[in-house]
């Protein structure tokens, strides 16, 4: 029989496993999964620091995020199955954060990968330093001579991150290049 858990599932679905990560970890406390989900956000968790440092490729990272929401669904299911309808209902309702409204930039975890795929194909190693220069000038102002294309867009990422400006990346990089845009969705 289907539950509200099902919001979970689009938290999943939506590049949000962050969300879903969070719900598990409360719902699950002191139950059978709590060590499997615990484990899942440690890789979620390690899996952020790989890409905001640069260390795993897009291929990679799109794989490890593939394996733990795969477990995150498993565990969705099982919870499904084992836990009465009732819980799970006064659990979620209880979580207003679990509610479908806009999560907020701060709040929102956002699908790196396909971000900088985005930007690696839609600028040249130019049109990206000019495209910094413009709109990002803390980002231009530290490009080294002899710094790669992909360290170039590691920096642009991890300020955008850092200080909560990947809307505004996002706003700009769809309007530089709507078709590229289009092509590398889902962001978040």
Same mark, same amino acid.
Do not use: V
């Given at each position: 029989m289907p539950t509200k858990l099902h919001q979970l599932k689009t938290y999943?679905? !939506?590049?949000?496993?962050?969300?879903a990560i969070k719900a598990l970890l409360e719902l699950t406390q002191g139950k059978d999964y709590e060590k499997t989900v615990i484990l899942q956000s440690a890789n979620y968790n390690r899996l952020q620091r790989e890409?905001?440092?640069?260390?795993?490729?897009?291929?990679n990272v799109r794989l490890e995020q593939a394996r733990i929401?795969?477990?995150l669904l498993y565990i969705i299911d099982k919870l499904e199955e084992e836990l009465p309808t009732a819980i799970i209902d006064k659990f979620l309702n209880k979580n207003s954060s679990l509610s479908s409204e806009e999560v907020s930039p701060k709040d929102?975890?956002?699908? /790196?990968?396909?971000?900088h795929q985005l930007l690696d194909q839609s600028l040249n190693d130019s049109?990206? !330093?000019?495209?910094?220069? =413009?709109h990002f000038e803390k980002v231009h102002n530290d490009f080294g001579l002899g710094q790669s294309k992909?360290?170039?867009?590691?920096? /642009? =990422?991890?300020y955008a991150k850092?200080? =909560?400006?990947?809307?505004? /990346? =996002?706003?700009?990089m769809q309007t530089e290049n709507p078709a590229r845009y289009d092509m590398h969705k889902p962001y978040f």
């Open positions: 999943i679905l !939506e590049d949000q496993s962050s969300h890409i905001n440092s640069g260390l795993i490729s897009a291929e929401n795969h477990a929102r975890s956002y699908n /790196l990968a396909n971000i049109e990206l !330093e000019t495209f910094c220069m =413009l992909n360290q170039k867009i590691n920096a /642009l =990422l991890g850092r200080y =909560l400006e990947m809307e505004k /990346l =996002l706003k700009l």
